[in-house]
Each structure stands twice: as structure tokens, then as C-alpha cells.
């Protein structure tokens, strides 16, 4: 496995193992069978409790659901420390080149790059 070594300010190296891409997958798998099990929990939820007549309805039912599944990777990323529900169970974590805990920030850059990556 490859790994990251990094010299602190006060010379003490640090070695970090990089996830394979299998790993990456299978936390990426994890997280949207997840985020299905969501997005139909909250549509059947949605449906017993309020029946959905008009237009408007439909609009706040694409609303409950689709905002939490759009805004997962960022949230729990940040609650977190830099793990989502599939780097949990796999036991990765994001981290900056210097070992330290991103900020919201980093996270907020990797979140809006993700979407760049997925759709362009």
C-alpha cells in the first residue's frame, strides 16, 4: 500500500496509508445505498403522512428529499471529522497533505469539486 510521509515542524515524521481505490468504491457504494434508503424512506414517510395534492406539495416533497441527499458528503464530512457513513465502516478519513483535520473550507472546496468531477 502506498503511503504519505510527512515531516513535522519539529522533525518527526508521520506515515499516512493511502485508501486503494477499492476501498474508495466500496465507501462510495455505501453511502448511496444509504442515501436510497433515504431518499425512499422519506418519499414513503412523506406519502403516509400528507397527501400531496397540488403543485406546490410536490415542489417541498423534491425539496425534503433531494437537499439532505445533495448536502450528505458535506455535512457529514464536517459532524464527522472527515468521515462519511462508508469511510466509518472502512475506517478512512479525509485528511490535508500535512496530516491535519481539514477545514470547512477544504471541505466545502472538495464538496463543490465533486460536483465538477460527477457532471462536466
Known amino acids: 500500500m502506498p503511503k504519505v510521509n510527512i515531516e513535522t515542524s519539529q522533525n518527526v515524521m508521520l506515515s499516512f496509508q493511502l485508501a486503494s481505490l477499492g476501498e474508495r468504491i466500496v465507501a ?25 395534492d397540488d403543485d406546490q406539495g410536490y415542489y417541498w ?3 425534503i428529499i433531494s437537499l439532505p441527499v445533495i448536502l450528505f458528503a458535506l455535512i457529514l464530512e464536517l459532524l ?3 468521515q462519511s457513513f462508508g469511510k466509518w465502516i472502512l475506517k478512512l478519513r479525509v485528511l ?24 462536466a
Open 28 to 52: 462510495t457504494i455505501l453511502d448511496r445505498i444509504l442515501l436510497i434508503i433515504y431518499a425512499i424512506g422519506a418519499a414513503f414517510l412523506i406519502n403516509e403522512v400528507n397527501n400531496i
Open 61 to 63: 416533497y423534491i425539496f
Open 80 to 82: 464527522s471529522n472527515g
Open 96 to 119: 490535508k497533505l500535512d496530516g491535519t483535520t481539514p477545514t470547512f473550507f477544504d471541505y466545502a472546496l472538495r464538496w463543490i469539486f465533486r460536483f465538477i468531477d460527477l457532471y
